[in-house]
């Protein structure tokens, strides 16, 4: 591993010019270091197709990561550029996990209900880290809607309790934090910014992206670009 991290730190990335120049739309260059989980695909999910679709700067970034990383690592994408129509019944799903939590002991719920399409762009993927070919563990599962899933929620100290609480011991709990600080500057090093609710959410040219570094410029909604690439994708697929 050639990267040694210790702390949070988000990205400065603001070379507009580089996200212009490689503002394609392009499907995701999977190699033996990218993997292309699709889990949305997999979950047979409506809006969903085979190929995951990403900006051609998307692409470019996770190549430089990969020469960061070293051999005995690898990105796990499990989604980029997401349809309005899979966003819409993701939507729909949350609503009935909330509904169904009121009348629950469970773990609170993060409402992401009134959250519009944060995959439109092309400029945002989700991802986690693997390491010789083993799942770093990130204390939940992708799309998780605890309040685990905050990025930095692990950056609180250990107490005796959280293990009843949380079913996760101190050795554990300590190696969370570990693995998501690492994905965390990892993604930041090379330019993203992470959405603080979901560890896994990184965006790159989107407008949570121009928001949060003070820059006018953003890529616009590709979805009716996916929606044409799908069609593409499935024509050339047929027998």
């Given at each position: 591993?050639?990267?040694?991290f210790?702390?949070?730190?988000?990205?400065?990335?603001?070379?507009?010019?580089?996200?212009?120049?490689?503002?394609?739309?392009?499907?995701?260059?999977?190699?033996?270091?990218?993997?292309?989980?699709?889990?949305?695909?997999?979950?047979?999910?409506?809006?969903?197709?085979?190929?995951?679709?990403?900006?051609?700067?998307?692409?470019?970034?996770?190549?430089?990561?990969?020469?960061?990383?070293?051999p005995?690592?690898?990105?796990?994408?499990?989604?980029?550029?997401?349809?309005?129509?899979?966003?819409?019944?993701?939507?729909k799903?949350?609503?009935?996990?909330?509904?169904?939590?009121?009348?629950?002991?469970?773990?609170?719920?993060?409402?992401?209900?009134?959250?519009?399409?944060?995959?439109?762009?092309?400029?945002?993927?989700?991802?986690?880290?693997?390491?010789?070919?083993?799942?770093?563990?990130?204390?939940?599962?992708?799309?998780?809607?605890?309040?685990?899933?905050?990025?930095?929620?692990?950056?609180?100290?250990f107490?005796?309790?959280?293990?009843?609480?949380?079913?996760?011991?101190q050795?554990?709990?300590?190696?969370?934090r570990?693995?998501?600080?690492?994905?965390?500057?990892?993604?930041?090093?090379?330019?993203?910014?992470?959405?603080?609710?979901?560890?896994?959410?990184?965006?790159?040219?989107?407008?949570?992206?121009?928001?949060?570094?003070g820059?006018?410029?953003?890529?616009?909604?590709?979805?009716?670009?996916?929606?044409?690439?799908?069609?593409?994708?499935?024509?050339?697929?047929?027998?």
């Amino acid at each position: 591993m050639s990267t040694n991290f210790l702390r949070y730190e988000q990205g400065m990335f603001k070379k507009v010019d580089f996200l212009r120049k490689n503002a394609t739309l392009v499907p995701l260059k999977i190699s033996s270091q990218i993997l292309g989980l699709n889990m949305l695909y997999r979950a047979d999910i409506p809006g969903t197709a085979p190929t995951i679709y990403i900006r051609e700067s998307i692409n470019k970034k996770l190549e430089e990561l990969v020469k960061i990383l070293g051999p005995c690592y690898q990105i796990a994408i499990y989604d980029g550029l997401r349809s309005d129509r899979t966003q819409d019944l993701l939507t729909k799903e949350y609503q009935r996990k909330i509904a169904e939590y009121q009348d629950s002991d469970d773990l609170e719920l993060v409402d992401r209900t009134q959250e519009l399409n944060p995959n439109a762009s092309g400029g945002a993927i989700d991802l986690s880290l693997y390491y010789k070919n083993e799942p770093l563990d990130m204390g939940t599962e992708y799309d998780d809607l605890s309040l685990l899933a905050q990025a930095d929620f692990f950056e609180k100290e250990f107490k005796a309790e959280f293990t009843e609480e949380f079913g996760i011991s101190q050795t554990r709990w300590e190696t969370i934090r570990r693995n998501r600080m690492f994905l965390f500057n990892s993604m930041t090093k090379i330019g993203f910014i992470n959405d603080s609710t979901k560890w896994w959410h990184f965006d790159l040219g989107s407008t949570n992206w121009a928001n949060q570094l003070g820059i006018t410029w953003h890529y616009d909604s590709a979805a009716s670009q996916l929606e044409a690439a799908h069609t593409d994708e499935a024509q050339r697929n047929r027998p």
